[in-house]
Nanobody, 121 residues
Framework: QVQLVESGGGLVQPGGSLRLSCAAS????????MGWYRQASGKQRELVAV???????NYADSVKGRFTISRDNARRTAYLQMHSLEPEDTADYYC???????????????WGQGTQVTVSS
């Protein structure tokens, strides 16, 4: 019924760029805050960036100045534009969103299945 689908991951050389997308689908009453998390091998999942419904953003220190999170509410999609990628950015990237389904009385947090980003020469 309600799901998040990430896309845009892949292999890129250091210094390169990628743009990740996260699209929410289903019968939605509301799509609230959306965020990007990542989990590198052997590490815990960490918040990369978050954006509220109104457009306020917050970033992890490690990506500030290089990554930009944005959203298109009409398309129910969040984006993560990544520049100057480093090998340390290699991880599985997950979309997270607070969604109020149309036929439910309240919102819940949903996760996408993830998309892999590999930064390597």
């Amino acid at each position: 019924q309600v799901q998040l689908v990430e896309s845009g991951g892949g292999l890129v050389q250091p210094g390169g760029s990628l743009r990740l997308s996260c699209a929410a689908s289903g019968s939605l009453f509301g799509l609230n805050a959306m965020g990007w998390y990542r989990q590198a091998s052997g590490k815990q999942r960490e918040l990369v960036a978050v954006i509220t419904r109104g457009g306020s953003t917050n970033y992890a220190d490690s990506v500030k100045g290089r990554f930009t999170i944005s959203r298109d509410n009409a398309r129910r999609t969040a984006y993560l534009q990544m520049h100057s990628l480093e090998p340390e950015d290699t991880a599985d990237y997950y979309c997270n969103a607070n969604i109020h389904p149309l036929l439910r009385g309240s919102a819940s947090w949903y996760w996408g299945q993830g998309t892999q980003v590999t930064v390597s020469s």
